[in-house]
């Protein structure tokens, strides 16, 4: 399988080579340059575990890695998950829920990167190089990436974060971790800021070069690969009467488009609802085809208090049936005046969008407790409380992207008592931590880099 540029000026490349290139040199976005056509092998698949069908369903996109070496990796990656086959599915009144968060770091992000780390050390390692991971992080990202390179030779890894606006815990989780690879950057400055200083970093290309930095963000191909696994599975699982609608608390349009993508697959899958929070230009463009860049707002659901989604230009290119200029010139038109239309809205064949606002998520986090003693985390709610808005026929599955205890003082006081716990994190307060603090300007950050940096 060969993966090709949103933007058709890349030559193609093969999935290796994709997975250590993160985003494309003509700034587009890797895609598979035939998407598989599953539906001859559904009925054999069926009854297949998480790990069982992911094992048959990635070689699919990647024929570059011995089999048997992927199938370790993929084994290797989900032995570190502590639940029945690794993503159970949950009744919780009239749908049911896929808990995706019984990773190291109990966030549905730690499906794609515990898998990714192994495939960095397995193609670093055989080609003998080494990568410079930069990240910037509100949260969640940090510590999966972390978890997901600890103590690889192949990779260091340098996370910048906002000092004093991620949650004590979720700071911890990237802090305790004090391998001699992991480098967390305390910035003083926003997420924006950090984000800012990321993007500066990349488009530096003589920098960029000189210390082989890599990304780990969910513009990488392999995430949203790893991803599709979920679908496919709790789609089969329940699919076997009517398709299966998904339900999706959506940020960076990454978690959802890998559901897309197992619909065009051929799985039974009737549509996704996404569902955001009161950053909503993703549902607004549903409704109209606008595309409208507007003021993040600070809600309950940090991981998706997200204005641009990095992911969502994959969803546009299929849209406008790979026609790559015409994806160029309306991108051009978004990073150059923040607006961008299409002749028309999209229709709603494969996706139903709403925006939940945060009333609504803690008053769907309080209810869930009340009427079935399921916790959920904010997101998890927010994909929750979408999920109602839509007619469904078939099977209802709400994806829980982290465990409540992530969240503690919004689901507390969403509750109205101390429920949102877990002893993995109440175990990282009075570990070792280690941490370097620096402004929010560039010198700082590529000095840091130069110094700690290794270059193979
Ligand atoms: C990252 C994250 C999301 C958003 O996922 P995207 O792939 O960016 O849409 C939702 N919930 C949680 C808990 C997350 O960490």
Redo the contacts with the bound molecule.
């Keep these: 399988m060969q993966y090709v540029s949103t933007r058709g000026q890349t030559p193609p490349m093969s999935f290796q080579d994709a997975v250590v290139t993160g985003l494309a040199p003509d700034g587009g976005l890797l895609l598979p340059a035939e998407i598989p056509d599953v539906r001859d092998r559904l009925d054999a698949w069926r009854d297949l575990g998480f790990v069982d069908l992911a094992v048959e369903l990635l070689p699919l996109f990647v024929d570059d890695i011995d089999r048997d070496d992927l199938e370790t990796l993929i084994r290797d990656a989900y032995a570190t998950f502590d639940a029945d086959d690794v993503v159970p599915l949950v009744a919780v009144g009239d749908v049911e829920v896929l808990e995706l968060f019984h990773g190291p770091t109990l966030?549905?992000?730690d499906v794609a990167l515990q898998l990714l780390g192994r495939l960095f050390d397995y193609v670093l390692s055989r080609r003998g190089e080494h990568l410079n991971i930069l990240a910037a992080t509100s949260?969640?990202?940090g510590s999966a990436a972390i978890a997901g390179v600890r103590g690889l030779d192949a990779v260091d890894i340098f996370v910048m974060y906002p000092d004093g606006r991620v949650s004590a815990l979720q700071e911890l989780q990237m802090t305790t971790v004090t391998d001699a690879n992991v480098h967390c950057l305390a910035v003083d400055g926003s997420f924006d800021d950090c984000q800012t200083l990321m993007k500066t970093l990349f488009a530096d290309l003589d920098f960029k070069g000189r210390f082989h930095l890599g990304a780990v963000n969910?513009v990488n191909w392999a995430r949203v690969l790893a991803q599709i696994v979920y679908y496919a599975y709790a789609s089969l699982k329940r699919g076997g009467e009517a398709p299966v609608t998904f339900c999706?608390?959506?940020?960076?349009?990454?978690?959802?488009?890998a559901g897309y993508l197992a619909k065009r697959m051929g799985f039974p899958i009737a549509r996704l609802v996404l569902a955001t929070n009161e950053n909503d230009i993703l549902s607004k463009f549903f409704a109209t085809g606008e595309y409208q860049r507007g003021e993040v707002r600070f809600t309950v659901?940090p991981?998706?208090d997200?204005q641009v989604?990095s992911?969502f230009e994959r969803y546009l290119y299929y849209l406008m049936n790979g026609d790559s200029a015409r994806l160029r010139a309306f991108m051009q038109d978004f990073a150059t005046t923040g607006r961008a239309v299409l002749d028309a809205a999209p229709g709603t064949d494969d996706f139903f969008a709403t925006a939940v606002d945060v009333e609504d998520t803690l008053a769907t986090i309080r209810r869930l407790y009340d009427a079935y003693g399921y916790v959920a985390?904010p997101?998890?709610a927010v994909g929750i409380a979408a999920a109602e808005r839509f007619p469904t026929d078939g099977p209802v599955i709400c994806l829980a992207?982290?465990h409540p205890a992530?969240f503690p003082e919004s689901v507390d006081k969403a509750v109205g008592s101390a429920v949102a716990r877990h002893p993995r994190l109440e175990g990282l307060r009075g570990l070792e931590s280690r941490r370097t603090e620096i402004p929010a300007t560039l010198d700082a950050v590529k000095d840091f880099i130069a110094a700690h940096a290794r270059v193979r």
């Design positions: 966030a549905f992000k949260g969640d990202t969910s999706v608390p959506t940020g960076n349009f990454g978690n959802v488009f659901t991981a998706m997200i989604a992911n985390d997101h998890t992207t982290a992530k």
